[in-house]
């Protein structure tokens, strides 16, 4: 995090915003593992670069990508000269992927093929739907002639010149999906039953989003509803007034050197509408096309009884004390909670974080599969058992998402996807180490949802087979034969066996998502509910009868059925039928051998600007430049410029490697104004500071706890002063080299500002006796910090800190309102104390305490128009800070201040959310107390 200067705010951060959903060229990939090399191989319009091993996936995205290039080009009319950049990753346990223009044209690709059920289950192939969607926003950014594109030609590329990259989410993705969709075959999300029955669900609610709202799309519901609205708004453009018409905008604002200000006169020119005009016409058709719809299935409608709304789909299973329910709501911790149908109360069974899938059983319990994100970039799923009142972890970096105990209670069945490949795997619940591959499927066949069979004979899945959508087969556990029980065009879904044998699941047959039982031996198929919106993820609970979640206008409802009853009955043979998706990439393009991966070519500097600042104290002129490689290891930043009226220079260098390595070198310049008499002149200062930090050089406790090491060197230096100056200067240079441990379990919720729960702990041991300076000695601190998640969207936090310095070391500075001072784990040498001055207390001893209530207050989610900025939300605190500074054999003195905060979230750009916070704090003290009224602009960019 740093600290963001108002005129830093005012000029440059509109274009950081543009991009800040679009760019992540400082998201490195994952550390290297033992034995595997980085990889390139190039077509004529695109580079891939993968990890040893995945040659095969590399050749069939190059192969997917010219194909869209080629499809692509004819609606855009331009592409990059240059090769785009493509990274395929197989760090994660979750299906994404991004792309931006910056520093260069680059596409990251994750190998994990979407699972049934979600938004991305209309697919033909899950590679070629990812990267026709990621190329379509390197194309569309990519936009840009007349003046824009000279800019670019003599300064590189630099965000403002790319017009697209700057502007709404909205617009970016929402094209995106629309050239995702192929409607004559029928996928692509605006195909999909899940988009129908999100956009049918607003419409239902009355209140269909205005445009404001979808400019800043962030938590409200339904989540990332820009992309939403964005391909309904495309779609209604494209049946209005013609594709054409969308060319002719994008061309048109492509030589639009003002970003966000000129976007309406586009509109105009190529609708005959400014963008206000169009979206209430649009919200219009909007409803014209789901209304009667709606009125059908409203006096149809067969529902369960709910039970909670929630803004996520709640992790379910059936259990011998009643249905299990993982409950995360947004805004209170996640607890997994057994639901007493007798007495329809909640029963809380343990605490829980980033739960993927639960399976209980009479006599060995609770097991789940857990998402965690560890230190060295990845995201992996393991197993964890709940014994005793605590969790044993099973699995360690096995990336198994879902899991569901055989019927003998010793082993288990679960499935992972690694390199894009779904597996199945046998574990023995008592033996980490007896785990057994029983099925390995190929790169097109994909492995969703699973249940077993009571009798632990076979399993039933829903399974994407090449050219075909999501069907459900049984697998043999002996034999290991799969065996078809659907082969449809609808999307079939989370099977689950009844206890009379039949299957019970969510599929959209009638292009509507219900719960259906089908006795897979006679083919019957009965419908149980004729839900509004859809009804997903079934859970049969014994004594209790059918549990599952509703998607409703305001979130997921959990909902029961006790005794279902058949709406309808008929042959599942009804509905057979097949998709027969041309193949993704029918030819093989040319293609060069796979070599080592080499960061050079993507490396060099791709833009610059200039840098000129002058004030009554100087003139600077300058430059500055960023980069980083393809993937994403090496980020640098540049600025030198050179001060023609006093002949010094300033420098400001900053490179990281992936999250481990960070170097920092800065040298400027302060002016400290002296007047005698008549004579008024100045004291030119000079600080060069560095900084070298190693992080992560040892984890533990899933890599909460670790080992870092850092040098800090701040020298402070006179360049000149007027032979009349008042004061004296001194000279000061501080060399530091020390170690530090963190513990740091920190947990953020949707709805809740700031940090939700958990504790953070340093501690950080320096020496100055490594190098020469001007002290001598030792320093150690530390910090404690904890939150608690108290109820609704309020947490209360508590933070200890303490520190001591030899009595020859730099000493310790409290006072001031800036908390990131606090922030540093080396040459931190800064405790805030709000209600006093800057160094109101200095010494080589110190402790703190604070105590601070925050909470929700209110949601804005508006922009201003189509202008870049917008409001989000809206939270306040209430602190108290107490503490004290002083030096060995001198009294300590305590100092107290209290105050209050209003943070508001400024949205820039679109895309970015900038807190802005207006304080009030008091000093007690009645010497050295003060009342101020601060300001802070904080972003984590």
């Not at 859970?539 to 009853?565: I, M, N, T, V």
């Amino acid at each position: 995090m740093k600290k963001i200067t108002l005129k830093q705010t005012l000029v440059g951060l509109l274009v950081t915003a543009g991009l800040s959903a679009t760019s992540a060229v400082a998201s490195p990939v994952a550390w290297d593992e033992s034995g595997k090399a980085w990889l390139t191989q190039e077509s004529e319009h695109f580079s891939v670069h993968f990890v040893d091993g995945h040659q095969q996936m590399a050749a069939k995205a190059l192969d997917i990508a010219e194909r869209v290039r080629t499809e692509q080009l004819p609606f855009f009319k331009s592409a990059p000269k240059d090769r785009t950049e493509m990274v395929l990753v197989d760090d994660f346990d979750y299906s994404n992927g991004w792309a931006t223009p910056l520093p260069f044209a680059q596409i990251r690709l994750f190998m994990s093929p979407p699972e049934d059920g979600g938004d991305l289950a209309t697919n033909d192939d899950w590679l070629h739907m990812l990267i026709r969607h990621e190329y379509a926003h390197i194309m569309h950014m990519e936009m840009s002639t007349g003046v824009p594109k000279t800019l670019q030609s003599i300064f590189g590329r630099q965000a403002f010149f790319f017009p697209h990259a700057l502007t709404p989410s909205m617009l970016l993705e929402g094209l995106a999906v629309y050239l995702e969709t192929n409607e004559e075959l029928g996928y692509g999300r605006l195909q999909s039953s899940n988009y129908a029955m999100e956009m049918r669900m607003e419409v239902a609610s009355g209140e269909v989003k205005d445009l404001d709202e979808v400019v800043v799309a962030d938590r409200e519901w339904p989540l990332g509803y820009q992309y939403l609205y964005g391909a309904y708004f495309m779609k209604y453009l494209s049946d209005t007034y013609g594709e054409e018409n969308i060319q002719l905008f994008l061309q048109d604002y492509s030589r639009r050197i003002i970003p966000y200000f000129l976007i309406n006169r586009s509109a105009k020119r190529a609708f005959g509408r400014d963008f206000d005009t169009l979206w209430r016409d649009f919200q219009g058709y909007l409803k014209a096309e789901f209304e009667p719809q709606l009125a059908q299935l409203k006096a149809q409608a067969v529902t369960g009884e709910d039970l909670q709304l929630t803004p996520f789909l709640q992790v379910t299973a059936s259990s011998q004390q009643g249905l299990l329910v993982n409950r995360n709501n947004g805004e209170d911790r996640p607890e997994i909670s057994v639901f007493d149908s007798q007495d329809l109360e909640w029963l809380s069974l343990a605490e829980s974080k980033s739960v993927t899938s639960m399976s209980s059983h009479p006599q060995s319990g609770l097991a789940v599969s857990r998402l965690i994100h560890y230190a060295d970039g990845r995201g992996y799923n393991d197993i964890f058992l709940f014994r005793d009142s605590d969790w044993l972890q099973l699995t360690e970096r096995q990336r198994f998402r879902k899991v569901r105990w055989m019927p003998d209670g010793k082993q288990l069945l679960a499935s992972r996807k690694e390199g894009g490949v779904s597996e199945l795997w046998l574990l023995n619940a008592d033996d980490k180490d007896a785990a057994v591959r029983i099925w390995r499927g190929d790169a097109d066949t994909v492995l969703g949802s699973f249940d077993i069979s009571p009798n632990g004979a076979e399993l039933v899945a829903s399974v994407k087979r090449p050219q075909q959508g999501w069907d459900l087969e049984t697998l043999d556990l002996a034999t290991k034969a799969w065996t078809k029980v659907t082969e449809t065009k609808a999307a079939e879904s989370s099977p689950v066996y009844l206890p009379d044998g039949r299957v019970v699941f969510s599929a959209d047959y009638d292009g509507i998502f219900n719960i259906y039982a089908l006795d897979i031996v006679s083919g019957e198929l009965e419908q149980w509910t004729r839900e509004l919106g859809g009804a997903l993820q079934p859970e049969w609970q014994q004594g209790s009868g059918l549990f599952y979640q509703a998607y409703d206008s305001e979130g997921y409802q959990l909902r029961h059925l006790a005794e279902p009853k058949a709406v309808s009955t008929q042959q599942v043979s009804a509905y057979q039928g097949r998709c027969d998706f041309p193949s993704a990439a029918p030819n093989s393009v040319e293609k060069s051998e796979p070599e080592a991966y080499s960061p050079w070519s993507t490396l060099r500097p791709h833009n610059w600007l200039p840098v000129l600042q002058a004030d009554d104290t100087r003139t600077l002129i300058g430059a500055t430049t960023f980069g980083a490689d393809a993937l994403g290891r090496h980020n640098y930043q540049v600025l030198a410029a050179w001060d023609v009226d006093n002949e010094v220079a300033d420098l400001n260098i900053l490179y990281q490697y992936d999250n481990r390595w960070l170097m920092t070198l800065e040298s400027t310049h302060d002016f400290d104004k002296f007047i005698q008499g008549n004579r008024t002149d100045y004291r030119i200062t000079r600080e060069d500071s560095v900084l070298l930090q190693r992080s992560h050089i040892f984890n533990a406790f899933e890599d909460q706890l670790s080992l870092h090491a850092g040098g800090v060197l701040d020298k402070e230096s006179l360049v000149s002063e007027p032979d009349f100056a008042s004061t004296t200067f001194r000279e000061t240079n501080e060399a530091l080299v020390g170690l530090a441990v963190t513990f740091d379990n920190r947990e953020a919720y949707l709805n809740v500002p700031g940090t939700g729960w958990g504790h953070y702990i340093d501690v950080v041991a320096e020496t100055n006796d490594v190098f020469d300076g001007d002290y001598d000695g030792q320093k150690y601190q530390a910090q404690w910090v904890a939150t608690w998640d108290l109820p609704g969207r309020t947490t209360l936090t508590a933070r200890l800190a303490g520190g001591y310095a030899d009595d020859e070391a730099k000493s310790f500075r409290l006072g001031g309102n800036d908390l990131l001072e606090e922030t540093p784990l080396f040459g931190r040498d800064t405790q805030a104390l709000r209600g006093y001055d800057e160094s109101a207390q200095r010494g080589h001893r110190y402790a703190t305490q604070r105590l601070e209530l925050k909470t929700w207050l209110s949601r804005f989610e508006r922009n201003w128009s189509l202008y870049p900025v917008g409001l989000g939300d809206l939270s306040g605190a209430v602190f108290v800070d107490s503490g004290a500074a002083w030096d060995a054999g001198k009294d300590r003195k305590q100092l107290t201040g209290a105050g209050v905060e209003i943070t508001l979230e400024a949205k820039l750009g679109y895309n970015l959310t900038l807190p802005i916070t207006v304080g009030y704090g008091h000093g007690f003290d009645s010497k050295l107390g003060k009342d101020e009224v601060y300001l802070s602009v904080v972003s984590d960019f």
